[in-house]
């Protein structure tokens, strides 16, 4: 959070601080699910050959983070979890 509040020069105005920590979170958790739905699940068309997200995304992402986060949503407690989370 420290890092997110020193990016967007975050003082602390508990207003700014919520709208802009919120928009994060949202774009976070959306970049997560456009990961899962193109590389995970195959449930979105990603296009022909595309190079695997520890490539694109170089800078932060690396292969052994991207082989754990595969892990993680291949497990079955995980997929369970999610389910439900999907139907409430």
Known sequence: ME?????FQ????????????????KRWRD???RLVSGWITRTR???KNPRP???TYSSFLTKEIWEEFVKQHEDEKFKEK???ARAS
């Open 3 to 7: 890092d997110t509040k020193r990016e």
């Open 10 to 25: 975050i003082d602390d105005n508990e207003e700014k601080k919520s709208i802009v920590l919120s928009a994060c979170d």
């Open 31 to 33: 970049f997560k699910t």
């Open 45 to 47: 068309y990603v296009g």
């Open 53 to 55: 997200p520890y490539e």
């Open 82 to 84: 999610s389910e439900k």
